[in-house]
């Protein structure tokens, strides 16, 4: 595959990061200049060319897959098109997808694939980038969403009619034979995403310890019909660390600006002083927080996923 883009760090850092993950069907190259690419088509021909916004015309030669990379969601287009400004999973996910060559799964066993959603730093709109990240994995097939925030700020969640992670604990602390169909009856559904709604006080999340973990992942993994589980977490205790110890990735949702460094820097010193550092195989740094302008916080400065796969 190529990846022709103006960015050179945003390429490079795409490219290191789909060239460091085996269930990537493809070798890279990539290329900021006109020139050097209609050379290397010369004498090659890649089976996808990944080409960014307002970058010249080349010759492509027959057979080969082109698919735009476009700096606006929603595109209408005549050929095939992906979000930039998205998590560098999700731009592999969709690449192989529209490509024909789906990536090779990794998983902790039979069952859906796990997303955790974290941050180690306020401010960075965690939970609207996990439903995006729901939202979009929903195309793939069945998804829960599990609702970890301990101050959840959705209307929904401030009348007490609604049942989710409270009884959750409850019942995992209880355990019992009809646990699943128990945890089932907790779903709600939204636009074709099942959701485990949030506490009905934060300090219940306290309660959670490693074996009621364990056993939530267990009923989860059972649910065969359902492909994907995200899981946006809230709060950091000995059970939030076991629950990233059980997912398959770990989405790391940083602030925008140059903050997003200390904070990754930081979460990922922590896990080497608490012997945790076999996960930061499975963690992608996401920079999708609220961009700042003239030292303010703003919501109309168009905040971005942007493509952070890895931190140096």
Known sequence: MVIFEKEAAYARELSGY???????????????????????????????????SDMPEVVIPDGVRVIRLSEEPGLSASEPWIYKYQSAGNIMREVAAYSGKEPRTVTNGAGPTFYTVFSAKAGTERTEYARELAADLRRNGPVIYVNMEPFPSEEVYTT??????????????????ELIWKLKGLLSEKDGIKELGPVHCSMDLLEIGKKDVKLLFEVLRSMKEITNVVIDLGFFSEAALEILSESNSIQLVTPGGNDYKYSADFFLKQLKVMQKEALEGRIEVVNYGMAKTEGRTSRNAAPKIRLLAGVE
């Open 160 to 177: 007490s009619e609604w049942k989710g992670m409270s009884e959750a604990i409850y019942y995992l602390k209880n355990g019992g034979d």
């Open 18 to 52: 789909l060239s460091r993950h085996s269930k990537f069907p493809y070798r890279i190259a990539t290329f900021t200049g006109k020139e050097a690419l209609d050379e290397y088509m010369q004498s090659e021909k890649p089976d996808v060319l990944l080409i960014g």
